[in-house]
């Protein structure tokens, strides 16, 4: 019997509806149950939630608390268990356990946070010397491991302002609090499963992270990750400003919020090693540790396991543990030979031979290959989360040589850190990992390299040919990547509504919330409202001049760009039947999304409100009647319809490789 739970991020965000396809989703991959979330990214307050092929919604807190996800995700796995057990306590299970943490945004209660409160005051530098001093304490790394450096990129802590470092500082305890929540809830599942009486013969693989920590917070983070991600960039006293008008810096990390860490934090979270997450090219992005627990098979020691294995090793053991061979077709599908090598040896013994002798990395440029001990690397000469098409362009075929890059080489034996390059004292072995790093991608179909950047280079998929959609009224939680794409462009929403004789009020539609989101809604007294969030750091307001009408009536918000281009501003227009009852401006628009994990609702507005205004009463449902939704986009001249589409196509990619 299995299980999966938490975090999906296998499912194209343009099929996360009803209408599927289903074939990534979970049961798709073969999973007998399912429940979480199937983005890269979830609001750990509100998430959209799947179970099995179905979409459940946003969830409500209950008894007047508000809803944890992180807490949540572990009662239903836990729940999943005890139904297994009750109708069968003999047969296996397995369980995919992923926790949304602790990816950004990170959302954690003050008194998770609070727990580290002035821990992280003496700042990154500090902190790393720190973290690798515990590191050899712990028998963690070995005696003789270096400390690398902080590249350039990164400011030293004693460089900073008094109100940077306050921001700085209170970011790093929301991730630490954060952190350890998501700890402090594995520790609940562990123990339930040994309430079970289970916990002796069940193998548990304990990984901590997907990747090494992630920069894309950029130089300063954010009080919201979708700022950079928009291209918005606010310095430190900006974001201070802002998080005072969302409950100060005390309430970092609570549902008025979604930070996201400086960068600087991730690199020395990823002591000793150099860079972090999408950067293939160093064992900062690429290493996470994993604890192994097996009680009736593994006799827990001191010596930590330094035999290189990968993730797809994974399977391989577990097959090898339980004695099963590997599947050569499936379903009747002949299978590719797995690459991965099974690790068993060491469960029993520390110094077993290394058996995965050879291993590949890249991604978007960023590469390294691994043999024997020796790993060498080359990366592109660019932030890792700077996707700019001014940047990209100095990697277009034609521009860009890959047989000019740098590579380093490293001999992990002697260096756990990569704290020396050895390529100047090794050419002839560099020559030979480089020309294997070319074999194995070719092998594992990762060539053309920077193949996951062409649409850069003019390589699009097909344009879309829809500009009219239309949502019923009893349509909720339709997910990010299906929302219509109204950014940088003239875009009309109409609703037909049915108004009683004493009058309606509520939400017609809301996408997002108010950290980036819009709403069209209607007052207690009848007013007409539009509510457009620019990531919260702008709030654009349109209202009517009058109550709409009773009975059947079709109420529209018009907005006609400046510019067909993307974060242009222009001009809102408020009409009932085809009167004119309300305008304004918006002075610029989201140039590329509001949210990685907000959706859109009709007929009410679910998880967090776009509009603060009636968060008292949300989700704030329509209480008269939503028969549909339309949003019409009006269609531009066929250069501009071209370059709207190669804008979203690039920011596609930025935006999947922060997933």
């Known amino acids: 019997m299995t299980g999966g739970f938490g975090k999906w991020h296998l499912t194209p965000d343009n099929v996360q509806g009803a209408a599927g396809p289903f074939d990534n989703w979970p049961q798709g991959w073969g999973f007998d149950q399912w429940w979480g979330f199937l983005s890269g990214a979830a609001g750990q307050y509100d998430p959209i939630i799947t179970q099995d092929n179905s979409i459940l919604g946003v969830p ?19 729940e999943w268990l005890h139904g297994v057990q009750a109708q069968d306590p003999q047969k296996p299970w397995f369980m995919y356990y992923s926790t949304g943490c602790s990816h950004a945004p990170h959302h954690v209660a003050k008194e998770w946070a609070d727990k580290y409160e002035g821990q992280f005051d003496d700042g990154w530098d500090t902190y790393r010397e720190k973290t690798l001093e515990r590191q050899k304490v712990l028998g963690i790394v070995p005696a003789d491991t270096e400390l690398t450096e902080r590249p350039d990129l990164f400011p030293a802590w004693d460089t900073l302002s008094d109100s940077q470092k306050k921001l700085y500082a209170r970011q790093m305890e929301v991730f630490a609090g954060y952190s350890e ?20 013969n069940t193998l548990v693989f304990y990984i901590w992270g997907d990747n090494g920590a992630s920069m894309e917070g950029t130089i300063t983070g954010s009080f919201n990750e979708m700022t950079f991600l928009n291209g918005v960039v606010l310095d430190a006293e900006h974001q201070l400003r802002l998080i005072d008008e969302y409950g100060g810096i005390e309430a970092l990390g609570g549902d008025h919020t979604a930070p996201h860490f400086a960068a600087a934090w991730a690199h020395a979270n990823n002591t000793p090693f150099q860079w972090g997450k999408q950067m293939a090219s160093h064992l900062g992005g690429d290493r996470d540790p994993m604890v192994i627990a097996w009680p009736n098979r593994i006799t827990p020691d001191s010596q930590v396991r330094g035999q290189f294995t990968h993730c797809i090793d994974i399977t391989p053991t577990v097959l090898a543990a339980i ?10 599908i002949d299978q590719e030979p797995m690459d991965g090598t099974s690790f068993l ?16 990395f890249e991604m978007f ?17 660019k932030a890792p989360w700077d996707f700019s098409p001014e940047t990209i362009k100095r990697f277009a075929p034609g521009v860009y040589n890959p047989d000019d890059d740098v590579w380093e080489l490293y001999y992990l034996p002697d260096d756990f850190s990569q704290a020396h390059n050895v390529a100047a004292d090794h050419p002839d072995r560099l020559e030979e990992l480089k020309q294997l790093w070319w074999r194995e991608a070719e092998r594992n179909r990762a060539l053309p390299l920077l193949g996951g950047m062409s649409i850069f280079f003019g390589l699009l998929p097909p344009m879309p040919t829809t500009t009219r959609f239309t949502f019923k009224g ?66 654009y ?24 281009k993307p974060g242009s501003g222009g001009h809102v227009s408020l009409w009932a039947n085809d009167e004119l ?34 968060e008292d009463k949300a989700p704030y449902r329509f209480t008269g009647s939503v028969h549909e939704v339309v949003f019409d986009l009006q269609p531009a001249n066929h250069e501009a319809e071209l370059a709207l589409h190669e804008h979203a196509a690039m920011q596609g990619v930025g935006h999947g490789a922060a997933g």
């Open 60 to 78: 409500e807190g209950k008894d007047g608390h508000g809803y944890y996800f992180p807490d949540d995700l572990t009662d239903k796995a836990v």
């Open 181 to 200: 929540n998501a700890d402090w809830n594995v520790g609940r599942l562990l123990d339930s499963i040994e309430d079970m009486g289970d916990l002796d």
């Open 323 to 332: 004695g099963l061979p590997e599947p050569t077709t499936v379903d009747g």
């Open 345 to 360: 040896p060491t469960f029993a013994d520390a110094d077993a031979p290394e058996q995965h002798t050879v291993q590949y």
């Open 365 to 381: 440029g960023s590469r390294a290959i691994y043999q024997d001990g020796w790993w060498a690397c080359t990366r592109l000469d």
């Open 474 to 539: 009893d349509v909720q939680n339709v997910q990010r990547g299906m929302v219509p794409r109204v950014a940088g462009r003239s875009y009309a929403i109409e609703a037909n509504l049915h108004v009683p004789d004493d009058g309606a009020e509520g939400v017609i539609v809301a996408n997002a919330d108010f950290i980036g989101g819009f709403a069209l809604w209607v007052d207690g007294t009848g007013i007409l409202h539009h509510t457009y969030s620019f990531l919260g750091v702008e709030t």
């Open 541 to 564: 307001r349109q209202a009517s001049e009058q109550k709409i009408p009773t009975g059947d009536v079709t109420v529209k918000m018009l907005f006609e760009t400046d510019a067909p």
């Open 581 to 614: 009852i309300g305008e304004g401006d918006m002075p610029r628009t989201v140039p590329v999304t509001f949210s990685s994990y907000a959706g859109m609702d009709v007929g009410r507005d679910n998880g967090l409100v776009v509009d603060r205004d009636y």
